[in-house]
T-cell receptor
Framework: SAVISQKPSRDICQRGTSLTIQCQVD?????MFWYRQQPGQSLTLIAT?????????ESGFVIDKFPISRPNLTFSTLTVSNMSPEDSSIYLC???????????????FGPGTRLTVL | GEDVEQSLFLSVREGDSSVINCTYT??????LYWYKQEPGAGLQLLTY?????DMKQDQRLTVLLNKKDKHLSLRIADTQTGDSAIYFC????????????FGGGTRLMVKP
């Protein structure tokens, strides 16, 4: 399967600031996604990162708060803007359409970015 | 809408079998997945099953699917301390593109 890396792995930020998280894949993938995992919770999809166009956001998430870029088929960024303590979570990117012999829906996850907002 | 539910916690002794259960509501799901999350890590894909299958075995892992009852289970044989983690089931609702809907996760604790 693809090797997925995220930077930073963790960060502690002050409220009101912004943090950009990077997701890099070692091969071209068709689909990239961003998830949030709040403490002790399951995963919630933030958006689908679309190559060359605006991301598709899920209900409850907006572009002004979580701008996303995807300039090519191997890289995406998620920015958490104007942070508050409620944004403290693990942010994970995932990819799909990686392997030929698994369902195209199958998602593989990066290691996550653990964000703490003070 | 879609809803995927799991029990919160399971404790077993090393060497015993673990069975983690999951129920879902979308009968049109095409694939169902099991992921493992160790502390401080991302999600690791363990296995998946197509909705027209009722069983899949992969080494120590056995997935059972009861489509009529919308019930999915993951059996881990000879459970080891390294199996301690949170296990998530997920479904791909039909006509939802590549979207995954996750259950709340089951924390498996393996006692020596």
């Amino acid at each position: 399967s693809a090797v997925i890396s995220q930077k930073p792995s963790r960060d502690i930020c002050q409220r009101g600031t912004s943090l950009t998280i990077q997701c890099q894949v070692d091969s071209q993938v068709t689909m990239m996604f961003w998830y949030r995992q709040q403490p002790g919770q399951s995963l919630t999809l933030i958006a689908t990162a679309n190559q060359g166009s605006e991301a598709t956001y899920e209900s409850g998430f907006v572009i002004d708060k979580f701008p996303i870029s995807r300039p090519n088929l191997t890289f995406s960024t998620l920015t958490v803007s104007n942070m508050s303590p409620e944004d403290s979570s693990i942010y994970l990117c995932s990819v799909a359409g990686v392997e030929a012999y698994v369902p195209t829906d199958t998602q593989y996850f990066g290691p996550g970015t653990r964000l703490t907002v003070l | 809408g879609e809803d995927v539910e799991q029990s919160l916690f399971l404790s077993v002794r090393e060497g015993d079998s673990s069975v983690i259960n999951c129920t879902y509501t979308d009968s049109s799901s095409t694939y169902l997945y099991w992921y493992k999350q160790e502390p401080g890590a991302g999600l690791q894909l363990l296995t998946y099953i197509f909705s027209n299958m009722d069983m899949k075995q992969d080494q120590r892992l056995t997935v059972l699917l009861n489509k009529k009852d919308k019930h999915l289970s993951l059996r881990i044989a000879d459970t080891q301390t390294g199996d301690s983690a949170i296990y998530f089931c997920a479904e791909t609702p039909n006509n939802a593109g590549n979207m995954l809907t996750f259950g709340g996760g089951t924390r498996l604790m393996v006692k020596p």
